[in-house]
């Protein structure tokens, strides 16, 4: 019953394969743990980093402390959900650790039962191997003694029945010379006979003798066969329990060494959720102290474009009464020359009749200046870049508010080359205070009956401080100056000092 309550190495293996499982499985959910958290890290990256786009136009510290709240406040339920994952797999681990160590007692416990059981086998079989020495010696003995005893009955037999005269028994009986030398030869006689008997008696019990010491040896030779089979097997099994106690030794270190990692994981995450935890309430601070300065700000942003949209409308209008006095003094200059040749035709009239001729005057249609013509297309793209914002207006997610993204953003490196969109005047180029960095505006003069007037915002350098430019001249490189979360080129539009959608000139 003892022996079928023992742990065999098959099943000291199983457990040890079990437990080894067990690691490999709890492996695998730490890498599917780990994708699910990597990919809500990247969707939040993602919703970090169109953030900026967003923010585009806000002061640079407010962009920066509202972006570092929400990637904390995105971060946070990710450390939590590290945190409980990592406290799991502690758990988990410290677990698998005791039943690696309670699997390396059960095949120590093993071990020792089999090396027992592989002792008292050996004594066993040393015993049997003694006694068939004994039993080997008895018979050696036993068959010298036999031989001896036989030699002597075969000697007495052939005294009495083969010898001569005098010396044989009977020679002994029959030649007495007297009734008294009669009795004494056959007292003498009789007491042969006795020694015969018992000669005889004796044999007959070595060989009985002998017949049961063979018998014995025969059982204890098997009985020797079956201890060296029984020993054989304790041998191997005492082996195979040995090595499977390594085997759950070496399991029990390895979920030793994986409990320790997993608490130091633990314990990580633990730290970085609190860190966390705290950046989030300095980060809300800042955001708190960045939104009082923004409005501000803004303020002051909003009186600078009030500002440069009453200058754009006042040249636009000055460019409208430039232009109606060209379109004018183009009509007068042409009813001029209309009037000249009506005078002409009537001369030419007045002389044909003067020598008898009739001439028709030739009429002279009544003036008109035709305006100038725009393509649809008329302006050039300044750059060449993914467009990373629209023009419209646009939730801001600090402000709680819809303002106009009042142009298109184009997402290209940092000090690349900004052309002009078409021929104009620089009127204004260096830093601005609302917000647009270092900023170009051209004018374009009169275009669809409308002052057109475009802007380039955001710029690292300016080239084209003022003067006249060409269509394609550089004016500058691009960068993030301003209320800029990164490399852009803002390009506006503005119709006598109103911002429309640049899409409608392009």
Not at 276 to 289: E, I, N, P, R, S
Not at 318 to 347: F, N, T, Y
Request: with cysteine.
């Amino acid at each position: 019953m003892r022996q079928k309550r023992e742990v065999t190495p098959a099943t000291k293996l199983t457990v040890a394969g079990l437990a080894v499982a067990c690691t490999i499985s709890l492996g695998s959910a730490f890498v599917a743990r780990a994708d699910s958290i990597s990919d809500q890290k990247k969707k939040n990256d993602q919703r970090i980093a169109a953030l900026g786009q967003q923010l585009e136009g806000t002061s640079s510290k407010l962009a920066t402390a509202y972006v570092n709240l929400e990637r904390t406040n995105a971060a946070l339920p990710i450390a939590q959900q590290r945190v409980a994952s990592a406290q799991a797999a502690q758990q988990r681990a410290q677990a698998a650790q005791a039943a690696a160590e309670a699997t390396e007692q059960r095949a120590i416990a093993a071990e020792s039962r089999a090396r027992a059981h592989n002792e008292r086998v050996a004594q066993k079989l040393a015993v049997a191997q003694a006694n068939e020495q004994r039993a080997k010696e008895q018979l050696a003995k036993s068959a010298t003694q036999l031989v001896s005893s036989q030699d002597a009955l075969d000697s007495y037999a052939a005294e009495v029945f083969q010898g001569a005269g005098q010396e044989s028994q009977l020679g002994l009986v029959f030649g007495s010379t007297s009734p008294e030398d009669f009795a004494n030869r056959l007292i003498m006689a009789d007491t042969a006979s006795a020694v015969a008997s018992d000669t005889i008696d004796s044999l007959a019990a070595m060989t009985a003798d002998n017949t049961s010491t063979r018998s014995y040896l025969t059982a204890v030779r098997g009985e020797i066969a079956e201890l060296k089979r029984q020993a054989e097997a304790a041998l191997t099994a005492a082996e195979a329990a040995a090595a499977a106690a390594t085997q759950a030794k070496n399991q029990a270190i390895v979920a030793k060494n994986n409990a320790v990692t997993a608490a130091a994981n633990a314990l990580a995450a633990k730290n970085e959720l609190d860190s966390l935890k705290g950046q989030q309430v300095a980060f809300t601070a800042d955001l708190k102290a960045q939104k009082q300065s923004e409005a501000a700000s803004l303020a002051a942003a909003r009186a600078e474009s009030a500002r440069l949209q009453a200058i754009l409308v006042e040249r636009a209008r000055q460019a409208r009464i430039a232009e109606a006095k060209r379109v004018a003094a183009l009509k007068a200059k042409l009813e001029r020359e209309r009037q000249a040749k009506i005078r002409a035709e009537r001369a030419k009239a007045a002389a044909a009749a003067k020598a008898g001729r009739k001439y028709t005057p030739k009429p002279q249609p009544p003036v008109s200046v035709p305006a100038p013509s725009t393509p649809s297309n008329f302006l050039s793209y300044p750059a060449i870049g993914p467009t990373t914002s629209g023009f419209g207006m646009r939730w801001h997610p600090v402000l709680n508010k819809w303002m106009l993204h009042d142009g298109l953003d184009w997402g290209i490196a940092c000090g690349t080359p900004v052309y002009a969109a078409a021929p104009g005047e620089v009127i204004s180029a260096g830093w601005r205070a609302s917000g647009w960095g270092n900023q170009v505006m051209i004018d374009h003069g009169i275009h669809r009956g409308v002052d057109l007037v475009t802007t380039y915002n955001h710029l690292s350098s300016i080239v084209k401080n003022g003067g006249k430019v060409n269509r394609g001249q550089l004016i500058g490189y691009s960068g993030t100056t301003g209320y800029s979360t990164g490399c852009h080129l803002h390009f506006g539009t503005y119709e006598d000092g109103t911002p429309v959608n640049p899409r409608g000139w392009l």
